[in-house]
């Protein structure tokens, strides 16, 4: 099943404090009940777990010449993902995320730092003689690549490499719709959040989207939390799957494992609603744990969690 995937992101440390009375007051202070320092970011946590799935995970990323950066570095060789293709700047600070996290939902707060920095410079030489897959995560905070994706992704295609991203919140609220939609024609997988998604299109039922969508396009996989996922094809055909029933312990990364499900089943040639149950399984394990690349499941315990957990 090995297939190389090489994951175009940004790198940041997560500094998660977790507990039910976590939202800050002024001139108060209050005691949380967990903190961890782990791996952040979309495009890290989606390549751990595809790594734990049994892909061959190369990383092209920017970090600073700092202990935050190497902590990034060194997190995702530890979960087996190769690094060969991370430049260390110094004359850049990593990017780092405050997660406030309760067991139903969290805030983040993100110093941009080296995340933006990303661009096609920075990309391997024979990335698409390697390649079987480009992914990438945090379109909006991947700014200096925004408009580069379209070029990239159109050369995937000419090689017949197969490409996904999401697109994380956009915390300045622009959106660029025309842009995304533009990049549709070009992706196989477009995998945002459904609060993403109905910001980016201005809608609001997910009813309005096929009449949104441009004349080509992928598969759009939409993540509902525990609603479980909906998926349109390339026809804009409508299929739509429960999500697992768990008692979450921290959400951090879980839409992020649920990208590395898709991509995963995809390359496994799984269709549907078998593809959606598989991404569903990989986001849901991803609740069960503290930190989103702090464990991350091989491809049997995936399978025996769906084979568990089925109704």
């Known amino acids: 099943m090995e297939k190389n995937v090489f994951v175009l992101g940004e790198l940041n440390v997560d500094l998660i404090f977790s507990g039910e009375n976590i939202t800050p007051e002024w001139n108060r202070e209050k005691l949380v009940n967990h903190f961890e320092q782990v791996l952040g970011s979309s495009s890290a946590i989606t390549a751990c777990v595809l790594a734990g799935l049994g892909h061959q995970v190369y990383f092209v990323g920017v970090v600073g010449d ?5 902590f990034c570095i060194e997190q995702l060789r530890a979960k087996g993902v190769k690094t060969d293709y991370i430049t260390v700047d110094p ?3 990593t990017g780092v995320t405050l997660s406030l996290t309760t067991t139903k939902d969290r805030a983040l707060l993100t110093f941009m730092g080296a995340i933006s920095k990303l661009t096609k410079k920075y990309l391997p030489e024979n990335l698409f003689e390697m390649a079987d897959h480009l992914h990438f995560g945090s379109y909006y905070l991947q700014q200096d690549a925004r408009l580069q994706w379209r070029e990239i992704f159109t050369e995937a ?10 697109t994380g919140w956009d915390p300045n609220n622009q959106w660029y719709q025309n842009d995304l939609l533009e990049l549709l024609e070009f992706t196989d997988l477009f995998i945002p959040s459904e609060e993403e998604l109905f910001s980016i299109l201005s809608i609001n039922n997910l009813t309005d989207i096929p009449a949104c969508l441009p004349e080509k396009h992928g598969m759009l996989a939409i993540k509902r939390g525990e609603n479980g996922s909906v998926l ?3 026809d804009a055909h409508f ?20 990208n590395a499900g ?13 593809l959606l149950k598989f991404a ?32």
């Open 239 to 258: 299929i739509s799957v429960d999500g697992f029933k768990v008692n979450p312990i921290d959400t951090t990364g879980a839409g992020d494992s649920f």
């Open 262 to 274: 898709l991509i995963s089943g995809f390359l496994q040639n799984k269709r549907g609603k078998e």
């Open 232 to 234: 349109f094809d390339n």
């Open 157 to 166: 295609n000419k090689h017949h490499i197969s490409t996904s991203f999401d």
């Open 91 to 93: 004359e850049l600070k």
């Open 66 to 70: 700092d202990p935050f950066g190497h």
């Open 280 to 311: 569903n399984a990989c986001g849901a394990l991803a609740t069960l744990r503290i930190g989103g690349a702090s464990y991350v499941p091989s491809l049997e315990e995936v399978y025996h969690f769906q084979n568990s957990n089925t109704e």
